[in-house]
């Protein structure tokens, strides 16, 4: 899936198809269904009996309340992580729609480049079943891959700011130009896999700040002074959710949130408002245009 110019293509509405909502919501839908037998099946089996376990199996640091010879050893800290699979699932039903479709005038970076738009979508994937795999299981290997997974849609998303401000390689005279979309997305999955690869090496509360403020900042230079215009009603509300999902956080960390047997765990409510964050974030990149009208605020 390569960046395309809007000449000489049909025009095309910019309204999401049925098709699109059809394949997230099926997707989840059959996930669910799947998720719940496995879990019903195994219930009391103490499936993760042989898996060496996190510190959080006897000292949870969240409020909700564990079930050892469960699958699901914590339920709402599960589920909740369908939420950052459905934003997912929208991002890669989209990504092929404009793969196959005619671009509309005024399309932004992220519509012209479907490959990275499909990059973000397996991210927050990556990101829900990660996460949703420790907080069933609550192994050290389900930690691992929790932490290392949540860095994914920050280096998706610094991909497509690297892609915004560089689109293409200008090597010396020549007129062709490739996209340097290739290496972005190689170079993000191969950062993905290293930090997987090294994260008891690494301490999250200094990458993810460091992921979150290069992402930011990137942003805002994009913003400021790149060839895209930006559309601040979709960064608004991405800053609110990420906040109040941290608030959450730290309540439900603090014990002031909910009970253990609630189903509202503030852990739970933090990963529907990151969910919620990132899809504000991906219709941000989708809602842009170029300042520059025409293909040549792509190619230039």
């Known amino acids: 899936m390569t960046p395309r110019s809007p000449a000489a293509l049909p025009p095309c509405r910019s309204a999401i198809p049925p098709s699109v909502h059809g394949f997230a919501c099926g997707a989840l839908a059959l996930l669910i ?19 060496m376990p996190s510190a959080e199996l006897r000292h949870p640091a969240y409020a909700e309340a564990v079930h050892p010879a469960d699958f699901f ?29 005619g671009l509309p005038a005024g399309a932004g970076y992220l519509v012209r480049t479907p490959s990275l738009g499909a990059l973000f979508g397996f991210a927050c994937v990556y990101l829900g079943l990660a996460s949703g795999f420790f907080h069933a299981s609550l192994t050290r290997t389900g930690q691992q891959w929790d932490v290392a997974s ?43 896999a290293l930090l ?27 913003g400021l002074t790149g060839r895209w215009r930006w559309n601040w009603w979709w960064l608004l509300p991405a800053t609110f959710t990420l906040v109040a ?56």
């Open 33 to 51: 269904l799947g998720l719940a037998a496995v879990d019903h099946r195994l219930a009391g089996a103490d499936f993760w009996r042989d898996w």
């Open 73 to 101: 050893r914590t339920r709402a800290n599960t589920w909740s992580n369908l939420a950052y699979v459905l934003v997912g699932f929208y991002a890669l039903a989209l990504a092929a729609w404009d793969a196959r479709r």
């Open 150 to 192: 949540m860095y994914a849609p920050l280096i998706a998303g610094i991909a497509l700011d690297l892609g915004r401000w560089y689109p293409c390689w200008r090597i010396g005279r020549r007129s062709s130009r490739p996209a340097t979309w290739p290496v972005l997305a190689g170079g993000a999955v191969v950062a993905c």
């Open 196 to 222: 997987n690869r090294y994260k008891w090496s690494m301490r999250s509360g200094v990458v993810l700040p460091t992921l979150i403020l290069a992402a930011g900042v990137g942003a805002l230079l994009n």
């Open 245 to 300: 999902a941290r608030l959450c956080w730290q309540w439900d960390v603090a014990g002031k949130f909910s009970g253990p047997t609630d189903w509202w765990q503030g852990h739970a409510i933090w990963h529907l408002l990151t969910a919620a964050s990132l899809a504000c974030l991906y219709a941000h990149h989708r809602a842009e245009s170029p300042r520059v009208p025409g293909a040549a605020a792509y190619l230039n």
